[in-house]
């Protein structure tokens, strides 16, 4: 009996065991295919990506920088110590000190100026890039959710076209068959079918690739971000006759010319402004393991204090000169790169521009022959229900086959899977016109407060 007992609880905990794996997997297998919104992929594609984290290291250095730049002018404190390690013989020459203390500073020096001047554009530089890494990464983000959303919807219309076209096959191998229709009305529906079949698996292999590439950008597992349609704010559609901004890349590549301008002024300063330090010396003597006293006329005293201020001008340095050239070199580079990307910048809003046009003509033209073929398919659908036999007049209308309806719903199904590709071409150009023209960060706002 008691081994009975034993066996029905092993067999209670076991299936207590089996159904908390069921409940984990069922709830591990809903968040798998919860729907995660166009806020949340962009916050996590930023904070995964490495451009942006290489953004913020640069950040952190040049706050280091700056704040190295200021310290050369803020009294630096240091200790030492001269205690012999053997009893000294004869005069050596240098006083003994048992311990020492050293304080030094820059009193005043031009180019360490503008270096501090330069560093803290270099910082502003910076920040900048690290805002426009920021940028790029929702854009790219953002544009692979929006092609997925779209991706997804256009695969629910090729599998319903795909539907479609199976029963048309069905009905024309009946009305084959039967004598009603030519083998090539088969055979054309056939190819139809096989045409949507692989339209379908083009779309599922593009889905799966986008699906692959958000999950890398968001650091997710594979499959697991089904877009939310809702959480896609509207994009505006702007022109390239907008007030344009210029854009943290822009900003950022003319505050680093700045700063080299500024290293270069302070390099070529160099050569004429003096340099001033200021520096305090202690120094506390010993007669421990020495005979100093003996070498001088009065007994060596055991506190020294010494001040002062060091004062060098420059004559003549070839050193100061080679190196001012460089920096101008550095300066005028940096100057030609930020009208380089200037004059790139400009050239992307004029291309966008002509794209968007046309863009926005075919969206169109997509809308309008969508709407077409739903009017076409209620026209069909509502001669089929109210009977379209052929009268006898002379104007009456053909007979309507039973594979009318079935075309006019691939038809129907095909134009809106183009008004789809072509409002997500549209949707694209405008994300990539705002970032151009500087007004990205106006969409990113009303992207994280809706």
């Known amino acids: 009996m008691g081994d009975h007992r034993v066996t029905a609880t092993k067999s209670l905990w076991r299936g207590l ?9 069922m709830a591990a297998a809903a968040e798998a295919r919860a729907q995660v919104s166009l806020t949340t992929v962009v916050e996590l594609a930023q904070r995964n990506s490495t451009a942006v984290r290489l953004a913020a290291a640069d950040v952190a250095k040049a706050t280091a920088q700056l704040a190295e730049s200021h310290d050369v002018f803020i009294p630096a404190l240091s200790f030492g110590s001269g205690l012999p390690a053997f009893p000294e013989v004869g005069f050596t020459g240098s006083l003994p000190s048992l311990w020492d203390a050293n304080v030094q500073s820059v009193a005043f020096s031009m180019p360490m100026i503008r270096q501090a001047q330069a560093a803290r ?18 854009l790219d983000a953002s544009t692979m959710y929006i092609e997925l959303d779209t991706v997804d919807r256009e695969l629910t219309a090729a ?12 009905i024309e191998q009946k009305r084959t068959d039967a004598g009603v229709d030519p083998l090539i009305s088969l055979l054309q ?28 950008m968001t650091n997710m597992p594979t499959g697991s971000i089904t877009p939310d349609h809702i959480s896609i704010p509207a994009i505006p559609a702007i022109t390239g006759d907008e007030s344009s901004r ?12 700045r700063s080299r301008d500024l290293v270069a002024k302070g390099d070529e300063e160099r050569r004429w402004w003096p340099q001033i330090g200021f520096g305090v010396l202690y120094d506390r003597n010993t007669t421990l393991l020495n005979s100093i006293n003996q070498y001088y006329k009065k007994f060596l005293p055991a506190n020294n204090l010494s001040s002062g201020f060091a004062i060098q001008l420059p004559v003549f340095n070839l050193g100061f000169r080679s ?34 046009r046309e863009l ?53 199904r ?8 072509a409002g997500l071409n549209l949707a694209k150009a405008r994300l990539n016109l705002l970032r151009a023209l500087g007004h990205m960060q106006d969409w990113l706002n009303e992207l994280h407060n809706p």
Not at 414 to 421: C, G, K, V
Request: aromatic share 0%; charged share 25%; proline share 3%.
């Open 17 to 25: 065991a089996a159904l908390a794996i069921v409940a984990v997997l």
């Open 121 to 138: 554009l270099g910082l502003k530089a910076a920040e900048l890039s690290l805002k426009d890494a920021r940028e790029q990464v929702a």
């Open 159 to 170: 599998q319903q076209q795909e539907e479609d076209a199976n029963r048309l096959v069905e």
């Open 189 to 216: 529906a056939q190819l139809t079918a096989a045409q949507l079949k692989l339209n379908r698996l083009h779309l599922e292999t593009r889905a799966a690739t986008l699906s692959k590439q958000i999950s890398v």
């Open 246 to 257: 210029p854009t943290p890349g822009l900003e950022s590549a003319q505050m680093q010319a």
């Open 323 to 356: 190196l001012a050239r460089a920096s101008a070199a550095d300066a005028l580079r940096a100057r030609i790169e930020a009208e380089q990307e200037q004059r790139q910048n400009d050239l992307q809003v004029v291309e966008l521009t002509r794209e968007l």
């Open 360 to 412: 926005d003509a075919q969206a169109e033209i997509a809308r309008l022959k969508e709407e077409i073929a739903g009017e076409q398919l209620k026209g069909v659908q509502t001669q089929l229900e109210s009977g379209n036999g052929a009268g006898a007049s002379p104007n009456a209308q053909p007979q309507l086959s039973p594979t009318s309806e079935q075309q006019a719903m691939i038809d129907e």
């Open 414 to 421: 095909q134009r809106y899977e183009d008004a789809l590709e």
